[in-house]
């Protein structure tokens, strides 16, 4: 069955640290992979996506992804967290015609 | 431009009482989304639609149905609401197979 895997509910980071989010996907073929950020009482919104080429991928206010098919991962990255990313992000995996299958989450916080 | 609207922001309604939550997006999209957000679940596909005069089931659709008699709108109905479907709800749209899904601020729903 297809499924997203987000292994950690929640990461506390200091400001200006490093940061890794961890995303694990099941999917049967080559997969679309999204990244998208959700500030509190707000909709989501797009950081970045896979679809084929480079594995690296850039995306919106400093991150990153990187996308390993032989770990089935897709883990975003940005070398220095700002306070204002404190927010929940979701990775989310092509699931067919448009339909997208979303991971539970990972809440960030970040500690001044 | 707006992107995507819907109506209402959010909804208190006593258990048994028919609710139609409205989606209406000005980008043209062919599909259209709705999903329901519950804590450490991610977000749930309930309902999709490709293309105007089609929709189709997603992952939870028991107790909802939806309408597409144009590109713009995408209603949501509860027939006869349950506190189990007290939930945050997204309506997203995307405009090529396996693309980026926009979302619209979404609609909080407490069911009584």
């Known amino acids: 069955a297809q499924s997203v895997t987000q292994p950690d509910i929640h990461i506390t980071v200091s400001e200006g640290a490093s940061l890794e989010l961890r995303c694990n996907y099941s999917?049967?073929?080559?997969?679309?992979l999204f990244w998208y950020v959700q500030s509190p009482g707000q909709g989501l919104q797009l950081l970045l996506k896979?679809?084929?080429?480079?594995?690296l991928v850039q995306g919106i206010k400093g991150f990153e992804a990187e996308f390993k098919r032989s770990q089935s991962s897709f883990n975003l990255r940005k070398p220095s967290v700002h306070w204002s990313d404190a927010a929940e992000y979701f990775c989310?995996?092509?699931?067919?015609?448009?339909?997208?299958?979303f991971g539970a989450g990972t809440r960030l916080a970040v500690h001044p | 431009i707006a992107g995507i609207t819907q109506a209402p922001t959010s909804q208190i309604l006593a258990a048994g009482r028919r609710m139609t939550l409205r989606c209406t997006q000005d980008?043209?999209?062919?599909?259209m989304y709705w999903y329901r957000q519950d804590l450490g679940l991610g977000l749930r596909l309930i309902h999709y639609?490709?293309?105007?005069?089609?929709?189709g089931k997603g992952e939870v659709p028991d107790g909802y149905s939806v309408s597409r008699a144009n590109t713009d709108d995408f209603p949501l109905t509860l027939a006869s609401a349950v506190p189990s479907q007290t939930s945050v709800y997204f309506c997203?749209?995307?405009?090529?197979?396996?693309?980026?899904?926009?979302f619209g601020p979404g609609t909080r729903l407490t069911v009584l």
């Open positions: 997203a749209s995307s405009d090529i197979p396996s693309g980026e899904q926009f």
């Open positions: 999917y049967g073929a080559t997969p679309y």
């Open positions: 896979y679809f084929s080429g480079d594995t």
């Open positions: 989310a995996v092509g699931g067919g015609y448009n339909k997208l299958i």
């Open positions: 980008m043209r999209h062919n599909a």
């Open positions: 639609s490709n293309t105007a005069g089609t929709t």
